[in-house]
């Protein structure tokens, strides 16, 4: 069975601090890799893509890709008490060819707390 | 430009009951997931609807149905409701033609008593 796996921590980091948060996936052929931040009560919202090795940054989000070791990693710079959320990871799994062929796996979540 | 639109936003139901859950995409979406997002854990993929045709299906039972009207709008049909069916509910939507970024709904918060 296709599984993303996260630690559910929770993660606790002082404000102004790194937050760093992990996931590994067991589909060696997945393409594409996303962060979803939930807060409590509400809905996914995506804040990261990643489909190349390496690292990509988007203001203080840094997505880091190894498909070698089928890591994903989510940093967050200057931690602030509203990025207060549970972190999702996600992998698109693709099952067949098409752009209608697409389903993402989501692994349990991180909750991070970042404290004042 | 209004996003993916859910309705209701909370529902109750007893056992054995069926229900209905809609879902309007965001503009210029043509593709809509639908996920069930149980508490503490992540969401998990029911199916996805694409020119109005069930293209994939996650491991969920033949009471989960749904369906994709001409103006992509969608909607999840669960009968003979269990205990174990309630969850978050989540709508998604992306554009085939327009990369793979999928775009939540505020979901529908559905208990079963």
């Known amino acids: 069975q296709k599984e993303v796996e996260q630690n559910s921590g929770p993660l606790s980091v002082p404000e102004g601090a790194i937050a760093s948060l992990n996931c590994t996936y067991s589909?060696?052929?997945?393409?594409?890799f996303f962060w979803y931040r939930q807060y409590s009560g509400k809905s996914p919202e995506l804040i990261m893509f990643?489909?190349?090795?390496g690292d990509k940054e988007d203001g203080r989000f840094t997505a880091q890709l190894n498909k070698a070791s089928q890591y994903v990693s989510l940093l967050i710079r200057d931690s602030q008490p509203s990025d207060s959320a549970t972190y999702l990871c996600a992998v698109n799994m693709r099952e067949g060819r098409g752009g209608s062929n697409y389903k993402l796996t989501f692994g349990k979540g991180t909750l991070l707390t970042v404290n004042p | 430009d209004a996003g993916v639109t859910q309705s209701p936003t909370h529902l109750i139901k007893t056992r054995g009951q069926q229900v209905t859950l809609r879902c309007s995409p965001k503009?210029?979406?043509?593709?809509v997931s639908w996920y069930q997002q149980a508490l503490g854990q992540g969401p998990q993929f029911i199916f996805q609807y694409y020119e109005e045709e069930e293209r994939q299906r996650g491991n969920f039972p033949d009471r989960f149905s749904g369906h994709q009207f001409p103006n992509y709008s969608s909607e999840l049909n669960v009968n003979a409701l269990l205990l174990g069916d309630s969850a978050l509910y989540l709508c998604?939507?992306?554009?085939?033609?327009?990369?793979?970024?999928?775009?939540f709904g505020s979901g529908t918060q559905l208990s079963v008593l």
């Open positions: 589909d060696r052929g997945s393409q594409s």
């Open positions: 998604a939507s992306r554009s085939t033609g327009a990369g793979e970024k999928l775009f």
């Open positions: 990643i489909y190349s090795n």
């Open positions: 503009s210029g979406h043509d593709t």
